[in-house]
Every structure is written in structure tokens, then in C-alpha cells.
């Protein structure tokens, strides 16, 4: 039989688990308060590539536009490459705290003089890198599995 005492410091011994746990495994951001909806938003960015200066334009990407884009807090979730109708799509998924930080950052993104000047010279070298641009912002339903996808 269990004394008072042992019991007593087993109970708190369970309880300080599950707190630890839930401190772990439920990062803050998810724990909005009751009623208040997430305000994360998604923003999927499609651009049609050229399979002639491709490697350009990934160079382009990888080693300048994603660097700078950090500056800015752009929080780039996944990149992808597709086909569709014998065209070539670059694909990439932000996530953003609000549609007013996204708008904010992307305004500031465009009009840094590294991007710009970067953006003139290798399309100078290459020509354009660039066809068509699409965005799209994409807002969670309330039954998302997922409320946030980047880390």
C-alpha cells in the first residue's frame, strides 16, 4: 500500500511529466488563446522557367534570391520543379505571420538594390529567367491537420 506522502509525490511527479511534455511536443505558436483564430497564411509562388537558361535561374534563386529573401524574413517552406503543357514551372511555398507582413516584406524584397542590381545582371548574361508569375495566398481551413508547416 501506497502512503499518503508517496502518493502525494507521485502525483506531482505525473503531473510535472505531462507538463514537460506538453512544453516539448506543443511548440508556443500553437497555442493560441481560446477564440483566436491562427492568423498564419500561405503564399504559393508559381513562375514559368526556361528550359534554355534553367540552371541560371536556379542559380539565381539558390545562391542570391533566397539569401536576400532571408533578410526580409521570408520563411520559404519547400521549393519544387513541374511540367505543364510543355511548360517548365518553378514552384515555392512561404509562410507568413499575416498578410500584412507578407505584403510588407515582399515590397521591401523588390526594392533592395543587391536584388535589383543582381536581377539586371544575370538577366543581362542570361537573358530572361523568368516568364510568367503567379501568387497565390493560401488561408487554412479551421479542419487543417496542420496549422503552420515550417520549422
Do not use: C
Amino acid at each position: 500500500m501506497i502512503s499518503i506522502f508517496a502518493g502525494q509525490k507521485y502525483r506531482i511527479l505525473i503531473a510535472s511529466i505531462v507538463m514537460l511534455t506538453v512544453g516539448v511536443i506543443v511548440p508556443e505558436r500553437f497555442l493560441a488563446s481560446a477564440g483566436e483564430p491562427q492568423k498564419v497564411i500561405h503564399q504559393l509562388r508559381i513562375y514559368e522557367i526556361f528550359d534554355a537558361n534553367k540552371k541560371a535561374f536556379h542559380d539565381r534563386f539558390r545562391d542570391h534570391a533566397m539569401r536576400i529573401m532571408a533578410k526580409y524574413d521570408f520563411k520559404i517552406v519547400a521549393t519544387w520543379e513541374s511540367k505543364k503543357d510543355n511548360r517548365t514551372e518553378f514552384l515555392y511555398l512561404l509562410e507568413w505571420p499575416d498578410e500584412e507582413t507578407m505584403n510588407d516584406r515582399w515590397k521591401k524584397f523588390l526594392g533592395d538594390p543587391e536584388w535589383i542590381k543582381i536581377k539586371k545582371e544575370t538577366g543581362e548574361m542570361n537573358g530572361p529567367l523568368v516568364g510568367e508569375i503567379q501568387a497565390r495566398t493560401l488561408y487554412l481551413t479551421d479542419y487543417s491537420p496542420h496549422k503552420t508547416l515550417a520549422k
